[in-house]
């Protein structure tokens, strides 16, 4: 398995434009998370999906942030419109199963730099 | 609130000694423990973990030991070597909670 793919890898675009991160989870993986590196805050869970369902959605910052997971192999979080706080590394994760004790499988993170 | 908390932003070691990386946790109700170990412009990549109903586990040269009386858990590597220089992460989990909470990263640095 190629593991947990995000896209893009880099990301650089103006205060105010719509930011769209992408993620294709670990085949099989139920559960996928969404989280946001910063120097300030360290690594925090912004949202995360069980079976495509939302089930914890309170880091995210504000209304600015969306996520979606529309089926099992993909999901999105979005940023309408940016800002240079918001400039950080986002990474996503799966795991397989849900509420049971395993580790879960980060990709390599999406660098977003909003000037 | 930090609920993880990673007190040494950085940790310098030689190669060959032991390194032990420390992590204290505040809330209760966490019940499994998991290390990370982060590259630059890489992913988190999973270590080790540890149930609360356990107060170590062993992997090769990895050990976490979990203290729940004090809320503390730490990671030992011994030998240490230089591919283990890395940013350290604690996660912890429990409460009903299914996402991690993690710490801030301990930077570990093995000089040759």
């Known amino acids: 398995d190629a593991g947990v793919i995000q896209s893009p890898r880099h990301e650089v675009t103006e205060m105010g434009q719509e930011v769209t991160l992408r993620c294709k989870p670990i085949?099989?993986?139920?559960?996928l998370f969404w989280y946001r590196q910063t120097m300030m805050r360290g690594l925090e869970l912004l949202i995360y999906f069980n079976n495509n369902v939302p089930i914890d959605d309170s880091g995210m910052p504000e209304d600015r942030f969306s996520a979606k997971m529309p089926n099992a192999s993909f999901s999105t979080l979005k940023i309408q419109p940016s800002e240079p706080r918001d400039s950080a590394v986002y990474f996503c994760?799966?795991?397989?199963?849900?509420?049971?004790?395993?580790?879960?499988?980060f990709g390599q993170g999406t660098r977003l730099t909003v000037v | 609130d930090q609920q993880v908390k990673q007190n040494s932003p950085s940790l310098s070691v030689q190669e060959g000694r032991i390194s032990i990386l420390n992590c204290d946790y505040t809330n209760s109700m966490f019940d499994y423990f998991l290390w990370y170990k982060k590259y630059p412009a890489e992913g988190p990549t999973f270590l080790i973990s540890i149930s609360s109903i356990k107060d170590k586990n062993e992997d090769g040269r990895f050990t976490v030991f979990l203290n729940k009386s004090a809320k503390h858990l730490s990671l030992h590597i011994v030998p240490s070597q230089p591919g283990d220089s890395a940013v350290y992460f604690c996660?912890?989990?429990?409460?009903?909670?299914?996402?991690?909470?993690f710490g801030k990263g301990t930077h570990l640095i093995i000089q040759p």
């Open positions: 085949s099989g993986h139920n559960s």
């Open positions: 994760a799966s795991r397989q199963g849900q509420g049971i004790r395993t580790e879960a499988f």
């Open positions: 996660a912890a989990s429990g409460g009903g909670a299914d996402g991690l909470t």
